[in-house]
C-alpha cells in the first residue's frame, strides 16, 4: 500500500495541474527540479554568515554558502569533517 500511495502522489505532483491538491503538497514547488525539469535557483547574493568553526576550509566554505544561496535545493556531498 505505501508504494501505491508513493507512486500516486509523484503522478499528481508532476502532472500538469491535474489535481490542486498536488500544490499543496510539501515539496511540491521542487517537483520541476528533482525531475530535472528545471534547474535550481540559487541566489545572486551570499548572505553575511559566522562560521561557528573557524577552521573550515575553502571547499568546506564553498559548500555552506551553496546551500546559503539556494532557493530550491542544494545537495552536498563529501566525506564527514573531523571533529
Known sequence: ???KR???TLQQ???PGTDSRAE??????LV????????????A???AWKAVNGQLD???RAAVELALTAQDIAL????PGET
Do not use: N
Not at 528533482?34 to 541566489?43: D, K, M, N, Q, Y
Not at 552536498?76 to 566525506?79: Q, R, T, Y
Open 1 to 3: 500500500m505505501p508504494y
Open 6 to 8: 508513493l507512486q500516486e
Open 13 to 15: 505532483l508532476s502532472g
Open 24 to 29: 499543496q503538497l510539501p515539496g511540491f514547488t
Open 32 to 43: 520541476d527540479v528533482l525531475f530535472g525539469s528545471r534547474e535550481p535557483r540559487f541566489a
Open 45 to 47: 547574493k551570499v548572505p
Open 58 to 60: 575553502a571547499s568546506q
Open 76 to 79: 552536498i556531498h563529501g566525506p
